[in-house]
């Protein structure tokens, strides 16, 4: 059974730092692009970061483009994401998801595995 486990999130004041993580278990995903979205109160899910199989390749929203760093740890199955100089605006669930492509996509719709989610939240 395929089971991806986010952690890490928290309440943070703006200018501050969170790194999540996002442990998977049960297959290994070789050759799958992976992600992170995020889905704030009333919005949809929109797309915060990608990363290639190899960590080579990543990908941002323009929104997070220079503040959040995506990671991977093959070895580990594991994904990262590093959210610097929070802002109120990037409160949000945030799920991490493994990808059904080899490439990159900000579509929620090419990714099959997703997890539970976890809260981030950034006071003003």
């Known amino acids: 059974q395929v089971q991806l486990v986010e952690s890490g999130g928290g309440l943070v004041q703006a200018g501050g730092s969170l790194k999540l993580s996002c442990a998977a278990s049960?297959?290994?995903?070789?050759?799958?692009?992976r992600a992170w979205f995020r889905q704030a109160p009333g919005k949809e899910r929109e797309f915060v970061a990608a990363?290639?199989?190899?960590?080579?390749?990543?990908y941002y929203a323009d929104s997070v483009k220079g503040r959040f760093t995506i990671t991977r740890d093959n070895a580990k199955n594991t994904v990262y994401l590093q959210m610097n100089n929070l802002k109120p605006e990037d409160t949000a669930v945030y799920y991490c998801?493994?990808?059904?492509?080899?490439?990159?996509?900000?579509?929620?719709?090419?990714?099959?595995?997703w997890g539970q989610g976890t809260q981030v939240t950034v006071s003003s």
């Open positions: 990363i290639s199989w190899t960590g080579g390749s990543t």
């Open positions: 998801a493994v990808s059904i492509r080899t490439y990159m996509s900000p579509s929620y719709r090419d990714y099959a595995y």
């Open positions: 049960g297959r290994t995903f070789s050759g799958s692009a």
